[in-house]
């Protein structure tokens, strides 16, 4: 601290340290802990309170109703309403002074049940608020379907990583290490471009080949398997699979490009000297590449799992409504469908220890430090 | 003997590569094959006949283009921020010693390794606590979160290269240490600086994750890719495809040409 204030002066040291603290707490910490908070807070919609804020909604409409009656007669003919030359009209009749006073006895029946209900809506809420407000509900909620959508997305997800780390080896093996420059340099590109195009692009790509008319059905109906004619084609969206193979493409290239980063660092006289001394191949790889490339694969690794874990784009996109919800989608619906916030923090909040849990089982494994990982 | 079986090896992973690179552009080449297909939904097996309309079709979609000018009034708040932010941290960072340095590292640079969608949901629910609904506001803090840790990673690996004589000597010849700044640290950092501004530009306007979550009724230009792919699905999704796909493959060349150059 003492250094940043001598060599940048106090005012833009203190500028800069305002702007970190700013981004630490406003941006990252607290933003978290509200979440975390809110996950906390149960909100009971089949409780007594609950009831009564919908059951004075009802009253309330009703009371209207009465009120509008009461002072403009019995309904006229619809005619007569939506014409506006005939307000005037006489075929609206007039209330008997019997009826009128049973609206008004109605009317002080439904006042009479607001007043008890407004007492005892407020009764509660003092009561509730004299409550210690947090519990787990929350999290011992979550019903089988939902932790079964929860372990499918992980599962899903982890096989995802391990496609990832097994196809994506080789592929940096020979970028970094097995080509020339012209052909690392196409190689370069070729892998750039797909990963630079917008995900959602790459995602969208698929629906010509999952779709009714798409690659598939098309290859299908060629060999004689399915046939348009007859609408005997099958419904690709369907099946889980897609969503995995999707997965693996879109996230793929974020397992290449860090391995690739730290294996390029690697010095290449240390696998010719391993090989001159007479080390197989898989030897090579195992006590020289790999051990240089831990950070890399760690990177990796989290990369994939965090992001196929996290997409809300690739199944939103690709079950197009045929398959049950993924996890990441449950999570919408909590908040923009069944607008139930703290279940959807509590539900955020569990895919987030998720991918703890994941990152340091990585560190753990592979060994690294998080100064390592970034790099 | 050895060196046979050295080739064969070498076969197998040469035609896996070029496997890997196939199944990576065969979707893309698809989907801006059946930009040019009259076809709707969008085929290319179901061949009708050539076309060029998708393309007039959607310059024509207002809502779409509204949504491409939400992305770039977002992008405009996110980049000078998350270079701001990113700038301040590698500098305190690099400045700083002892245990707490590793914390704070460590803070700075969770925002990456957190799914967005958690991001977008962690900055709504703080920011209803103040009455801000979820808009163009939500996404640009949202976004600005994590997106301003690699500004600080690209800025820190500069730093780290920096001769500090330069500076000492600088300060003991009687600079001011807003003229050191201005002068010397700031012009060494500015490539790094333009790199960041490039790439959190890229990152704000591809971001969907975390976009969708904290945007509320608005739209960005993903978010609405997202929900024409979903429901709509129409050629002319395709024809923005083939821009997206055009532009990056010109800006790869160009990036590629200029490594290998500079090597």
Redesign the interface.
């Known amino acids: 601290?003492k250094?940043?204030f001598e060599?940048?002066?106090w005012?833009?040291?203190s500028?800069?340290?305002a702007?970190?603290v700013?981004?630490?707490t406003i941006?990252?910490?607290?933003?978290?802990f509200?979440?975390v908070e809110?996950s906390f807070r149960f909100e009971d919609r089949g409780d007594r309170l609950t009831k009564i804020v919908n059951d004075l909604d009802v009253l309330y409409r009703d009371k209207g109703t009465k009120e509008y009656d009461l002072a403009n007669g019995p309904a006229c003919n619809t005619l007569g309403m939506i014409n506006p030359m005939m307000t005037g009209d006489s075929s609206c009749a007039q209330f008997s002074e019997e009826d009128k006073l049973r609206l008004e006895q109605q009317l002080s029946e439904i006042e009479d049940r607001i007043q008890s209900l407004l007492v005892e809506e407020q009764n509660l809420k003092e009561a509730k608020a004299q409550q210690f407000p947090y519990s787990t509900k929350n999290y011992t909620a979550m019903s089988g379907l939902h932790a079964w959508t929860l372990a499918k997305t992980v599962g899903f997800s982890l096989i995802v990583t391990l496609i990832a780390l097994a196809?994506c080896y080789?592929?940096a093996?020979?970028l970094a290490l097995?080509s020339g420059?012209v052909k690392s340099?196409i190689?370069?590109?070729?892998?750039?471009?797909?990963y630079?195009?917008?995900?959602?692009?790459?995602?969208?790509?698929?629906?010509?080949?999952f779709?009714?008319?798409?690659?598939l059905?098309?290859f299908l109906a060629f060999v004689g398997y399915a046939s348009f004619a007859s609408d005997q084609v099958i419904i690709w969206y369907r099946f889980p699979g897609t969503v995995l193979v999707v997965l693996v493409?879109t996230y793929?290239?974020f397992m290449v490009f860090p391995i690739y980063n730290t294996m390029a660092t690697l010095d290449k006289n240390q696998v010719d000297a391993a090989r001159d001394l007479g080390a197989k191949?898989w030897r090579i790889h195992w006590r020289v590449i790999i051990p240089h490339t831990k950070p890399g694969i760690a990177v990796g690794c989290?990369?994939t799992f965090?992001?196929a874990?996290?997409?809300?784009?690739v199944p939103?996109?690709i079950t197009?409504?045929l398959q049950p919800k993924w996890y990441?989608q449950l999570?919408?619906d909590k908040?923009f469908e069944s607008s139930n916030?703290n279940l959807?923090?509590a539900y955020?909040?569990i895919?987030?220890l998720i991918?703890i849990l994941f990152?340091l089982a990585v560190m753990a494994i592979f060994r690294v430090k998080?100064?390592q990982?970034?790099? | 003997m050895r060196s046979e079986t050295?080739d064969r090896?070498?076969l197998l992973?040469?035609s896996?590569?070029v496997m890997?690179?196939m199944?990576?552009?065969?979707?893309?080449i698809?989907?801006v094959t059946?930009a040019f297909n009259s076809?709707s939904?969008?085929?290319?097996?179901?061949w009708q006949e050539f076309t060029l309309d998708w393309f007039p079709r959607l310059f024509a979609e207002d809502r779409l283009i509204g949504c491409l000018q939400n992305s770039f009034r977002i992008a405009v708040f996110v980049v000078p921020a998350s270079v701001?932010?990113g700038?301040?941290?590698a500098?305190?960072l690099t400045?700083?010693?002892g245990r707490a340095t590793?914390v704070?590292?460590?803070?700075?640079?969770?925002?990456?390794?957190?799914?967005?969608?958690?991001?977008g949901?962690?900055?709504?629910?703080?920011w209803?606590?103040f009455g801000v609904g979820a808009d163009l506001y939500t996404t640009i803090?949202a976004q600005?979160?994590f997106i301003?840790s690699f500004p600080m990673?690209i800025i820190m690996?500069r730093l780290q290269r920096q001769d500090r004589y330069q500076?000492e000597a600088a300060?003991d010849l009687g600079a001011?240490?807003?003229f050191?700044?201005r002068r010397v640290t700031l012009p060494f950092l500015l490539p790094a600086i333009l790199t960041s501004a490039a790439l959190a530009f890229?990152m704000s306007f591809?971001n969907?994750?975390t976009t969708?979550?904290s945007i509320g009724g608005s739209c960005t230009l993903?978010t609405e890719?997202?929900a024409q792919?979903?429901r709509a699905?129409t050629p002319v999704?395709?024809a923005?495809?083939v821009i997206?796909?055009t532009v990056?493959?010109i800006?790869?060349?160009i990036?590629?040409?200029h490594?290998?150059w500079k090597?």
């Open positions: 601290m250094q940043l060599v940048y002066g005012p833009l040291a500028f800069f340290s702007c970190v700013l981004w630490l941006l990252i910490v607290l933003p978290q509200f979440m809110l196809a080789p592929v093996y020979t097995q420059p340099a190689l370069f590109t070729a892998l750039f471009v797909p630079a195009v917008n995900e959602l692009m790459r995602i969208y790509a698929w629906l010509t080949v779709d009714l008319h798409g690659l059905n098309a493409y793929i290239l191949s989290i990369m965090m992001l874990a996290g997409s809300f784009s939103y996109i197009r409504g990441t999570i919408y908040f916030w959807g923090s955020s909040f895919l987030l991918c990152i998080l100064r990982l970034a790099q | 050295f090896g070498n992973l040469n896996f590569i890997f690179v199944f990576m552009f065969l979707p893309l698809l989907m059946a076809a939904p969008p085929s290319v097996t179901n701001l932010l700038l301040s941290a500098i305190m400045r700083l010693q590793n704070l590292y460590a803070f700075l640079i969770s925002p990456m390794l957190t799914p967005g969608i958690v991001l949901i962690a900055t709504i629910v703080f209803r606590n803090v600005t979160t301003a990673l690996a500076e300060l001011s240490p807003f050191l700044f890229l591809e969907y994750n969708v979550f993903t890719i997202a792919a979903r699905h999704i395709n923005l495809g997206f796909v990056t493959v800006f790869s060349v990036y590629t040409l490594k290998q090597k």
